[in-house]
């Protein structure tokens, strides 16, 4: 709260450039400089550990419920030095990288496919898309009941929860080709399978790219989800655990080492498609 | 000029069946391009032009009659007919010089050889200094430039363009329309060039063909007797004046037709 007006600081005093400066970032659709942007993003994050801090201090709300930035960081610290959070870390990205890629590996073919044929649409889209709107959480005993509560259980709930929706991500990126691309292939001669592999999927798969990315976060999702309802390691374990002796501050903790560990496995994939797709930067 | 022609369109229609009525694209298209002839086809829009190029790709099949080129009917697409299209057809993942080497790799080459004749045809078209630019770093007439040096790198029989400078600006499109004629006199080749530009049909061809509205039919022929090579001063000659006016009233009273007719009406 208290960094409200610091922010605002440099704009009575400015002069007239200033001034438009800071009109061009508030206009629909204007540019931003990346410090101004930097800078705006780092200072909410400050805000709202500023108004936790503060509802904690002042004692507006019981520890048991919310404990403070310091208690939380406080039993992270302790989880770190006895290594469980490392334990549970790893075990966690184990499960989700083996889950999304089996649903990766699977949905890429799949998609390319339907997208491609309207043969293998109609086949496979309503069924898909019919799959799709079940619940996942519903799956959740039905696959305990398949394959008990291990590491098997973990990847066919992610697996249920990525693949179906990837499969139609994959398909309409693959439908976004523009048909004068697979029209220049014949022109060229090309056999059907030669456009598929040197002309769709080269042109889709930075969207493709981007679906993953984008589906890689629900398999985190679903896989805490998982780990909540039936397991004995885990980041969700521990949260779940941690529920049962009423220790906020574990729970909280792990929330936000879920969050960190998210925003880390987007912005490499996002690293990876800058290095991948240099072309499209520019687009 | 067409001794023995290169292609030639026989009783040519195209229905597009509809749900509750088939439109009728081309009715009954008799044309003929000469070996080496450059040939436009204009007329209104919808008229069913682009349909007449598809159909000579082998992109589409025609509803009636038939396609011959070198006296065998076309069949489907192939390599014996390059296209350039008015979207840039450029694969954004690949250089200028790569999208031309794409275009070779159907030819028994070394990757030296292909390379080399890549180049060869970026030159011709004044690129040579971009060959490792992607497309996102070429304007849009460069861009159709790579694409008409991609179309000649592995000599087609037949050259079809489809508005291929449909999207530039004014300046652009005169400046492309030079070039293709200069690259046509030294490289010659029979084209069939679409497009609703007047001024851009005559300069560019020996013959303008003039199609009515939809269905399209041919209207009328006209020969461009102009000299060679053309350049843009030509432009203001009485000559291309007179020829201009022709074109033009031929295709005005279609679109002046075109407009009494409600869009989309099949008749």
Same mark, same amino acid.
């Given at each position: 709260?208290?960094?409200?007006?610091?922010?605002?600081?440099?704009?009575?005093?400015?002069?007239?450039?200033?001034?438009?400066?800071?009109?061009?970032?508030?206009?629909? !659709?204007?540019?931003?400089?990346?410090?101004? @942007?930097?800078?705006?993003?780092?200072?909410?994050?400050?805000?709202?550990?500023? %108004?936790?801090?503060?509802?904690? +201090?002042?004692?507006?709300?019981?520890?048991? @419920?919310?404990?403070?930035?310091?208690?939380?960081?406080?039993?992270?610290?302790?989880?770190?030095?006895?290594?469980?959070?490392?334990?549970?870390?790893?075990?966690?990205?184990?499960?989700?990288?083996?889950?999304?890629?089996?649903?990766?590996?699977?949905?890429?073919?799949?998609?390319?496919?339907?997208?491609?044929?309207?043969?293998?649409?109609?086949?496979?889209?309503?069924?898909?898309?019919?799959?799709?709107?079940?619940?996942?959480?519903?799956?959740?005993?039905?696959?305990?009941?398949?394959?008990?509560?291990?590491?098997?259980?973990?990847?066919?709930?992610?697996?249920?929860?990525?693949?179906?929706?990837?499969?139609?991500?994959?398909?309409?990126?693959?439908?976004?080709?523009?048909?004068?691309?697979?029209?220049?292939? =014949?022109?060229?001669?090309?056999?059907?399978?030669?456009?598929?592999?040197?002309?769709?999927?080269?042109?889709?798969?930075?969207?493709?790219?981007?679906?993953?990315?984008?589906?890689?976060?629900?398999?985190?999702?679903?896989?805490?989800? +998982?780990?909540?309802?039936? +397991?004995?390691?885990?980041?969700?374990?521990?949260?779940?655990?941690?529920?049962?002796?009423?220790?906020?501050?574990?729970?909280?903790?792990?929330?936000?080492?879920?969050?960190?560990?998210?925003?880390?496995?987007?912005?490499?994939?996002?690293?990876?498609?800058?290095?991948?797709?240099?072309?499209?930067?520019?687009? | 000029?067409?001794?023995?022609?290169?292609?030639?369109?026989?009783?040519?229609?195209?229905?597009?069946?509809?749900?509750?009525?088939?439109?009728? +694209?081309?009715?009954?298209?008799?044309?003929?391009?000469?070996?080496?002839?450059?040939?436009?086809?204009?007329?209104?829009?919808?008229?069913?032009?682009?349909?007449?190029?598809?159909?000579?790709? !082998?992109?589409?099949?025609?509803?009636?009659?038939?396609?011959?080129?070198?006296?065998?009917?076309?069949?489907?697409?192939? *390599?014996?007919?390059?296209?350039?299209?008015?979207? =840039?057809?450029?694969?954004?993942?690949?250089?200028?010089?790569?999208?031309?080497?794409?275009?070779?790799?159907?030819?028994?080459?070394?990757?030296?050889?292909?390379?080399?004749?890549?180049?060869? #045809?970026?030159?011709?078209? !004044?690129?040579?200094?971009?060959?490792?630019?992607?497309?996102?770093?070429?304007?849009?007439?460069?861009?159709?430039?790579?694409?008409?040096?991609?179309?000649?790198?592995?000599?087609?029989? %037949?050259?079809?363009?489809?508005?291929?400078?449909?999207?530039?600006?004014?300046?652009?499109?005169?400046?492309?329309?030079?070039?293709?004629?200069?690259?046509?006199?030294?490289?010659?080749?029979?084209?069939?060039?679409?497009? #609703?530009?007047?001024?851009?049909?005559?300069?560019?061809?020996?013959?303008?063909?003039?199609?009515?509205?939809?269905?399209?039919?041919?209207?009328?022929?006209?020969?461009?007797?102009?000299?060679?090579?053309?350049? #843009?001063?030509?432009?203001?000659?009485?000559?291309?004046?007179?020829?201009?006016? *022709?074109?033009?009233?031929?295709?005005?009273?279609?679109?002046?037709?075109?407009?009494?007719?409600?869009?989309?009406?099949?008749?």
């Amino acid at each position: 709260m208290e960094r409200g007006p610091a922010t605002a600081a440099p704009r009575s005093p400015a002069p007239r450039k200033r001034r438009r400066k800071r009109h061009e970032m508030l206009r629909i !659709g204007g540019g931003i400089s990346t410090p101004w @942007f930097i800078g705006i993003a780092v200072a909410v994050f400050a805000l709202l550990l500023g %108004v936790w801090w503060l509802i904690t +201090a002042t004692e507006m709300v019981e520890p048991l @419920f919310l404990p403070s930035p310091s208690e939380v960081f406080e039993s992270l610290r302790h989880q770190i030095q006895n290594g469980q959070l490392w334990d549970d870390a790893r075990v966690s990205v184990y499960r989700v990288l083996i889950g999304f890629a089996l649903a990766t590996v699977m949905a890429i073919p799949i998609g390319v496919l339907i997208g491609t044929y309207r043969v293998w649409e109609a086949a496979v889209e309503p069924l898909v898309d019919f799959i799709r709107y079940m619940p996942v959480v519903a799956f959740v005993p039905l696959t305990i009941l398949w394959s008990g509560t291990g590491d098997t259980q973990k990847f066919l709930i992610i697996w249920i929860g990525t693949f179906f929706q990837q499969v139609l991500l994959i398909m309409d990126n693959v439908k976004r080709v523009p048909m004068d691309y697979v029209n220049l292939g =014949y022109t060229l001669g090309l056999k059907d399978r030669s456009i598929l592999a040197r002309i769709i999927i080269p042109s889709s798969a930075p969207g493709i790219w981007d679906s993953m990315r984008i589906s890689l976060g629900w398999a985190w999702t679903w896989l805490v989800l +998982a780990e909540l309802v039936a +397991a004995t390691s885990g980041l969700g374990y521990r949260i779940n655990t941690a529920q049962r002796y009423f220790e906020t501050d574990l729970i909280i903790g792990y929330i936000l080492v879920l969050g960190c560990l998210g925003l880390i496995f987007d912005q490499v994939m996002k690293f990876l498609s800058r290095r991948m797709f240099k072309y499209e930067e520019a687009r | 000029m067409a001794s023995t022609p290169k292609v030639e369109v026989r009783s040519l229609s195209k229905v597009f069946e509809g749900g509750d009525h088939d439109v009728t +694209a081309l009715s009954d298209v008799d044309m003929t391009l000469g070996d080496n002839e450059f040939v436009s086809l204009i007329g209104t829009s919808g008229c069913g032009k682009s349909t007449l190029l598809s159909i000579v790709a !082998g992109l589409q099949e025609p509803s009636e009659g038939e396609v011959v080129l070198d006296g065998e009917e076309v069949v489907g697409p192939g *390599r014996d007919r390059g296209l350039v299209f008015q979207s =840039y057809t450029l694969f954004p993942w690949q250089t200028a010089r790569a999208n031309v080497e794409f275009a070779l790799r159907g030819e028994k080459l070394s990757k030296g050889e292909r390379t080399k004749l890549a180049r060869e #045809h970026l030159a011709l078209v !004044g690129l040579e200094q971009f060959e490792d630019s992607y497309p996102h770093q070429l304007s849009g007439g460069m861009k159709q430039r790579v694409a008409i040096a991609r179309a000649l790198s592995y000599r087609p029989q %037949v050259l079809l363009m489809d508005e291929p400078f449909g999207a530039l600006d004014a300046l652009t499109r005169g400046m492309m329309q030079e070039l293709l004629t200069r690259v046509w006199e030294e490289h010659k080749i029979t084209v069939l060039f679409v497009t #609703h530009d007047v001024e851009e049909a005559v300069f560019v061809s020996d013959r303008v063909v003039v199609m009515t509205n939809r269905p399209g039919k041919i209207k009328e022929e006209i020969p461009i007797d102009l000299p060679r090579p053309r350049a #843009h001063e030509m432009l203001s000659s009485p000559e291309f004046g007179e020829l201009y006016g *022709r074109v033009l009233e031929s295709i005005r009273s279609e679109a002046m037709a075109a407009d009494t007719v409600p869009a989309g009406a099949s008749r």
